[in-house]
């Protein structure tokens, strides 16, 4: 099974910026729907972005205008474009299908938005 490792994580002011790499160990071609989501302390884990095979987008409420998805099928690699960046985006984010879940969970990346 393709295995997901997420990347790019970190400690980032308010306003601030991140991207996020999800590398997949094979190929995503034949994988239409892959999605970011992300798990804030307490809280259930939750859709954040995704993306189709053609490019079209979903984004949660809370992100649309702030986060863009995009997809690298060469690279096997999935992106989170996150600018401004507030503490509510606090969490840890995972990448996998979408919209059902069926490869194994990665470790996450933590992103801290934090003065």
């Known amino acids: 099974q393709v295995q997901l490792v997420e990347s790019g994580g970190g400690l980032v002011q308010p306003g601030g910026s991140l991207r996020l790499s999800c590398a997949a160990s094979?190929?995503?071609?034949?994988?239409?729907?892959m999605a970011w989501y992300r798990q804030a302390p307490g809280k259930e884990r939750e859709v954040v972005a995704a993306?189709?095979?053609?490019?079209?987008?979903y984004f949660a409420g809370s992100v649309k205008g702030r986060f863009t998805i995009s997809r690298d099928n060469a690279k096997n690699t999935v992106y989170l474009q996150m600018n401004s960046l507030k503490p509510a985006d606090t969490a840890v984010y995972y990448c996998?299908?979408?919209?059902?879940?069926?490869?194994?969970w990665g470790q996450g990346t933590q992103v801290t938005v934090s003065s």
């Open positions: 094979g190929s995503i071609l034949s994988i239409n729907g």
């Open positions: 996998n299908t979408w919209v059902v879940t069926t490869l194994n």
């Open positions: 993306i189709t095979g053609r490019g079209s987008t």
